[in-house]
């Protein structure tokens, strides 16, 4: 089997990779955007990963690529996959990560349930949508969002001119896309893998809070989450993973509507932030199961280890402090807590951490998991 | 908060550590004895740890020293103490862990119960001792021995003449220890982390399966041990922790005898074969204990995640193969299995790897954890 799994992208996706390989017994080597990332530990090449040179140097100290980030142009992937690298996931599923557009195409063409959503291209679509929308919806660039950012709330027709004429300047010209602003009840995640070979484990359907368009909290298992909507994020999710030949993790964000439904949000085809829970609270992490994947190594148990995890973000971190400046009075008052550190500076709104409390009452879990993450604010 | 923890030794224990340093967001450095050990990842040097001028110029790039293993010989652990160095577990600690003789002269003043013994200096001694207890007894080296190393049944007079002859060569005299052969039920383990300023927590109590004097398999918690034996085997270790001032993760290796009482049989000062579960089974592994402990951090909760955690270690590994050839085998029986390979050529009796296996129901667990495990020979 292939035991060197190259990671391109320094972030803390990647630094999560380290102790899954380290258990494993697989190597785990990093290119890194610049010195001294998250990820730094397994780092053995820093560069630009929109750079051939850079990544296929790299790809060659390797077995198999997967990444931190969707961000590597398709032109570097396609390259890859020329030379004979096995890249997880390939160009063609990562597409539908790198362009929302072109997922919204996709989801609808597998016929699973989206927002309402047009292509608009000027501020008279976007102004027709509009007024078939009760006046307001969400606007989103196709590319280059992510944590909140290219995503916007508009109720005038032209709330997003600066991002036509950015596209029109672009000279590549495209669309935006425009989304029905869903009434929904909450939030899910659903996380999925896949193997090269094709086969695919799901994990419990989760329930997540953002704040600010950023992940804040994860509840695994979703509360209250019966088995028709559990049934259906977890068909929604197999159906994108095989319709779009995703191999690794995939997650994708759903809302769940008043009536019910569930529809897709966002994909995302990397370990992502609804399934840190997983690292503490199940049998095989979403970051083991993706080195497993990319591997095309038989897949691990998904089952949570206690009956509620919560998992709780460090956004921006103590002000002009480190983390570990908090550790003594957090790990006293909550022995329970599993704080993961980043090893990034705070900055605020930056995610540098996170807690996870796991046990048998969510109400003492949930509370006892906001009070640890509170001790790092 | 000290931030950098510099580890003495390459080997799996050293290795084991990298992940919680990972989470926890500290640095780990590795000073190795020859490149590539199992460690390799944090390595930062490569040295002779009985070196003083090499372990002197590791420790000027931590803030803490902690160990692989008991081997740095006094007069280095002293010297780093004498130049401030923080150093967990401390000289006059380990000394107890390296020496048996010291070791059996501590216990039994503190009043804790051990196996009858006596230090014996000829093969008079020896047979006296075996005519007291029935022809046969353990005699073990004072020094040196590990995994079953150092450690023979002996049932003649003469049997450790080889021993005493090697003594005396050495030039500094000393004697062997002998020990009644104790009829045990079972062995059990207990293990106990404690900090500088002296906060201690306890693991469960685990039942440890002896193969040719290597531990090869751990129930955790030891099954049917009643209220009793779980709380005098607690006793015993906080006792030795307390006692001999042990800072880190310390292991008590006990016999369980018929008429339900338990003998210490053996010290480790650092986390221990016998903990292994404690990585997929318990709140806080013992590596991340041992990793706060050295830190003075308070420590995390010891109590299991499930019900029953088993773990078997893999010794030897496949012959003239890698752990590796056998994953995607493993792994497709075997999907809550555990695999933990640390990074070492495979060779007959060779602590290669290791599998543990947590559920709700033992049989099953059991049953899974050896079939998997089974599949690495």
Chains 1, 2 share one sequence.
Not at 4 to 29: C, H, N, Y
Not at 121 to 144: C, S, W
Request: hydrophobic content about 45%; glycine content about 10%; some cysteine.
């Amino acid at each position: 089997m292939a035991t060197t799994v190259g990671v391109i992208g320094g972030g803390q996706l990647a630094r999560m990779m380290i102790p899954p390989a380290v258990e494993l017994g697989v190597t785990i080597k990093v290119l890194e955007e610049t010195p001294g990332m998250s990820a730094e530990l397994a780092a053995t090449g820093v560069g630009d990963y929109r750079d051939l040179e850079t990544v296929v140097a790299f790809a060659k100290t390797v077995d198999v690529i997967t990444f931190d980030h969707e961000h590597v142009p398709q032109h570097v992937l396609r390259a890859l996959v020329d030379a004979g690298v096995p890249v997880h996931p390939g160009p063609d599923a990562l597409l539908y990560a790198q362009d929302k557009l072109l997922m919204r195409q996709k989801i609808t063409e597998l016929g699973l349930p989206s927002p309402d959503w047009a292509a608009i291209e000027n501020a008279d679509e976007l102004g027709a949508f509009l007024d078939a929308h009760g006046g307001r919806a969400v606007v989103k660039t196709a590319r280059g969002g992510y944590d909140g950012k290219g995503v916007r709330i508009v109720d005038d027709r032209n709330g997003a001119d600066d991002w036509f004429t950015a596209l029109a300047e672009d000279g590549r010209g495209g669309a935006l896309i425009v989304e029905e602003l869903v009434d929904f009840v909450r939030e899910l995640a659903q996380q999925v893998a896949r193997r090269p070979s094709g086969q695919i484990v799901a994990y419990p359907v989760v329930e997540t809070v953002q704040k600010g368009g950023i992940c804040a909290e994860v509840i695994a298992p979703a509360p209250n989450a019966g088995s028709a909507i559990a049934q259906a994020a977890r068909d929604i999710a197999v159906r994108v993973a095989e319709g779009v030949g995703v191999t690794g993790m995939l997650a994708v964000e759903l809302f769940e509507t008043r009536d019910g439904r569930v529809l897709v949000n966002e994909l995302a085809m990397r370990p992502h932030n609804s399934g840190h829970w997983t690292i503490d609270g199940a049998v095989t992490s979403q970051f083991e199961q993706h080195l497993r994947a990319v591997l095309d190594l038989p897949l691990g148990e998904t089952r949570p280890r206690e009956a509620w995890t919560v998992m709780i973000n460090i956004l921006g971190g103590p002000a002009g402090a480190s983390l570990q400046s908090r550790y003594a009075e957090a790990f006293a008052a909550h022995p329970a807590a599993k704080l993961h550190g980043y090893g990034k500076e705070s900055r605020p709104g930056r995610k540098v951490g996170h807690v996870t409390v796991a046990g048998s009452e969510l109400d003492s879990v949930l509370a006892d998991a906001r009070a640890a993450a509170a001790l790092f604010d």
